[in-house]
């Protein structure tokens, strides 16, 4: 009876001692990490502004590669939001839903998961550090109130770790995305990138390369586009569209492209909603130097943007599309194109007026 007595002392002075070191804990408590980036702070910033890209840095996908993520709301701004699901215990379910946006500067988000505590939120800011303020400091927050649950005071002892660590692993993941994104500014462009649906269409296409030189260039396409127009004359066909150049290479020096028209039957009319039928062209290369060749696109998706001004800044349009649809999490595929509206003349000068698209890959291709 005596050592029963004993014991209940004993747990009751254990319990005393807990809820005296408990009442003096923080009741509340804040963690801290940065990361630095050379992206520009506008492009950094919008890809922090929703969830499109949050799996691929977030805590719950690095503490379990199977968690779920359901995204709903708004794309970007306050609303948005992330459900995340685990079967993992030390992950659990959870949801990060952005609350405020304080536009290049602060963007702060609620958290609920299974952890102890409540009025949980983390906190992203943003500042331009270094001599010519080119770097980006990254900077996460996170804050959680425990009131007068002592068991959250106590394992807030322990929150530096519980939460720092996957904090700071996960801004490292966010780090890393970001330096897969070219050094591009594409939130400057006068017009949004956006996705698209392309039509199928029979084209003319006559590939060539020159020196990155404008006249080079210009004459190259000039030649180009005089046997298109042989071809066309020879079929009895049409433009149904403006000239387009096709990217296949654009390197240091050497630029490889296609100039390209879309074709139809003089006097005939694309039906609508419909794809164009199969062209009968005959391409008379007896001599060997007809670069011209007839192929016919199927309907796919673009990533499309416009740009006026001179040729020679399309190259800057491109990187700018790349690094938007990195943001967005778009899988690019190959050659990009622009349409050149005023011809090829006016399109090595600043009166130049352009429509860019870079094709999507379809759906399950690697």
Known sequence: MIRYVEFLIAVAIVAVIFVLVGAILPSHRYVTQSVDTSRPLPVVF???????????????????????????????????????????????????????????KK???MVDNNDYGSNKR?????????????????????????????????????????????MKASLNSLNNLINTIPKFDYTNLAVTPKVVKTPAENLLVAPTKAKRDNAELQSAMTTQEKWLQQVMDKNGLEAAG??????????ADVYAFELAVPVRKKGSKDAADAP???LDVKIDNATGTNPVKYEQTT????????????MAQLSVIREQIKAWAVVHSVALGDHPYEIYN???????????????YWPIKPAGSK
């Open 242 to 251: 403006p000239l387009r150049v096709i990217t296949d290479d654009f390197g």
């Open 107 to 109: 963007i702060s988000i």
């Open 342 to 356: 005023k011809g090829i003349a006016t399109s090595f000068s600043p009166d130049g007026d352009f429509i860019s």
């Open 46 to 104: 919008d890809l922090m502004s929703g969830f499109g890209r949050f799996k691929d840095w977030s805590p719950a996908h690095l503490g379990d590669p199977r968690a779920t993520f359901n995204l709903s709301g708004p794309d970007l701004g306050v609303g948005a939001q992330v459900d995340y699901a685990s079967t993992k215990g030390l992950v659990g379910n959870g949801t990060w839903r952005i609350t405020d946006i304080d536009p290049g």
């Open 276 to 278: 164009p039928p199969q």
């Open 122 to 166: 983390v906190v992203f800011t943003f500042e331009r550090i270094g001599l010519q303020k080119q770097v980006v400091r990254i900077t996460q927050e996170y804050y959680v109130d425990y009131g007068w649950n002592l068991f959250g005071r106590y394992a807030g002892l322990y929150v530096s770790r519980s939460v720092g660590d996957p």
């Open 299 to 310: 309907a796919g998706t673009a990533v499309t943007t416009t740009y006026s001004g001179h």
